[in-house]
């Protein structure tokens, strides 16, 4: 088997408050880009659709450009940054640091139902 996808036509786009979501579903991989305005930030954007105090996706991603903090619920934090590879567990809240947009790869599989209400 062979399948290839273009990030510029993604099978499906999510819009919430300050960002988007695009979707490629793909045999084994659900590959998500994810647009995060100034001002975004998970509690306030994604929180109220989730209905959970806090995210609790797992992420395994690429950071494009922006910067992002990330708060762990047990307090730990820690600042993403343009060019850097993360892994992020659930259990946690997260922002867009500064005025530039975020953009991110996201290959986790954990965006079936991220940024739906």
């Known amino acids: 088997m062979i399948e290839v996808k273009t990030v510029d036509k993604p099978d499906e786009r999510r819009d919430f408050r300050l960002g988007h979501l695009e979707l490629l579903n793909m045999t084994g991989l659900e590959f998500a880009i994810a647009t995060f305005e100034p001002g975004w930030r998970w ?7 989730a209905g959970t105090p806090s995210c609790q996706v797992h992420h395994n991603g690429y950071c494009l450009q922006g910067r992002l903090r990330v708060r762990m619920d047990d307090g730990a934090e820690a600042e993403v940054g343009e060019g850097d590879v993360f892994v ?8 867009v640091i ?3 947009t975020f953009i991110a790869y996201d290959f986790s599989g954990g965006m ?3 940024g739906k209400g």
């Open 43 to 49: 509690s306030e954007s994604i929180g109220p659709l």
């Open 98 to 100: 500064g005025d530039e």
């Open 88 to 95: 992020i567990s659930p259990g946690h809240d997260a922002w």
């Open 112 to 114: 079936t139902a991220y």
